[in-house]
Structure formats: structure tokens, C-alpha cells
């Protein structure tokens, strides 16, 4: 099936199974069901079947799935059996923080460079990486063939440090700038603004 004809709303839920999955198999198993799946995530096994039909069978009837197996196919569907090179840009109190996080290496990412116009900053080190100079990142992206990027930068500069990451050949971009950027149709955002979230929740709440 086509990438363009699976709704965006199934490619955003087999992270979750692949996160799922995965600790699963740390723990021992061998096989899981749709329905075991359902109900560490909280979504119904019909919803799993389908969401996993759009790929192919992968399930046998009586034992379920296999995890290792279905494991390394959601890593096949989601690109992720090797690899990715990550560009950060911005290395304020979050960008430092994301630079330090170590979960990205075991699930198919590496911060590869991290990038900041501060000349006071230029040359420190964040872990094993240098921190590099703003004006040189649009050669060195394109030197380096990196196509992921993750902006932390003020919203203010969101969009002109976007414009150079597209000319630098950046097909996908995680934002946590709060404020909507402006890309072509072949290349895709997600955005991370925790205050919408909290927003969100409040509403939930009695006063």
C-alpha cells in the first residue's frame, strides 16, 4: 500500500507499538496478542489488527505475533533498521537538555551535531559533541547528507532558521519552538509544545 494512502493517525500509533514491543521483549516474552498489546496501550485489538492490516499479516491465528518478528517490521515500515544522523539547533536550557538525553540511540537516532549562533557557546562541549557555529551549518548538513533535524530555538527564529535547514536538504523536522513553520508538502513537521498539553489538561480539571 502507498505511504500517502495510510492516514497519519496509524504511522503515529506504531511508534507506540514498537516502543511496546520492546520493552516486552526486555522482559522475556516471545509472543504477544492484539489484545495484550490493547491493554498496555489502552487502545481496542480490532483497532491494532486493522492499523497492522494496512502492512500485511503478521500474526498467526492461536499464537499471535511474534515480537521479535514484529518488531523488526515495524522498524522495516518506520525506516528505522539503521540509524539516523539528527541536527540540533539551539542549545539553550532545552537544546542542551535534548543533546544529553540518552533514550534517542536505542531507538534509531543519533544528535549528530548541534548548532548555535552564541559565539560564547561555539566550540563547548556537550557530551562528545562540539558545539558548532550557526553560519557554517548549511554546508556542513549538506557534507554530512543529514536529512533530520529537531529546533530549539525562540519562536522568533523558527522560521528563517527553518528556510536554511530546507536549503541544506533537511526533509523532516521536530519542532519545539512554539509557533507553526512554514515547509513544502515534501517535508514533515511534528511539533513538541508542552504548554499545549498542559493547556489542554486544565480543562479537565475543577477549579
Known amino acids: 500500500m502507498p505511504p500517502s ?21 526486555a522482559a522475556g516474552k516471545e509472543y504477544t496478542s492484539s489484545h495484550e498489546l490493547g491493554q498496555y496501550l489502552g487502545i481496542s485489538s480490532a483497532q491494532i489488527r486493522k492499523d497492522l492490516s494496512h502492512f500485511g499479516e503478521f500474526g498467526k491465528q492461536g499464537t499471535g505475533y511474534n515480537i521479535a518478528y514484529l518488531s523488526g517490521q515495524l ?3 518506520l525506516k528505522l533498521e539503521s540509524v539516523w544522523d539528527v541536527a540540533l539547533i539551539g542549545v539553550g ?4 537538555a535534548i543533546a544529553h538525553y540518552q533514550g534517542f540511540i536505542d531507538r534509531g537516532f543519533r544528535v549528530a551535531a548541534v548548532y548555535d549562533t552564541d559565539p560564547d557557546k561555539i566550540g563547548m562541549k556537550i557530551g562528545d559533541l562540539a558545539i558548532e557555529d550557526f553560519s557554517k551549518m548549511e554546508t556542513d548538513i549538506q557534507k554530512r547528507n543529514i536529512r533530520v533535524a529537531m529546533l530549539a530555538v525562540p519562536f522568533s527564529e523558527a522560521q528563517n532558521v527553518t528556510d536554511i535547514l530546507l536549503k541544506a536538504g533537511i526533509k523532516a523536522i521536530l519542532s519545539y519552538a512554539p509557533i507553526s513553520i512554514k515547509v513544502p508538502s515534501d517535508v514533515h513537521v511534528e511539533y513538541i509544545d508542552p504548554v499545549l498539553h498542559l493547556q489542554k489538561m486544565t480543562f479537565f480539571l475543577d477549579k
Open 75 to 77: 522498524k522495516r515500515i
Open 93 to 96: 536550557d532545552l537544546g542542551r
Open 5 to 25: 494512502s495510510i492516514p497519519e493517525i496509524v504511522i503515529g500509533r506504531l511508534p507506540l507499538y514498537l516502543r511496546t514491543l520492546s520493552r516486552m521483549a
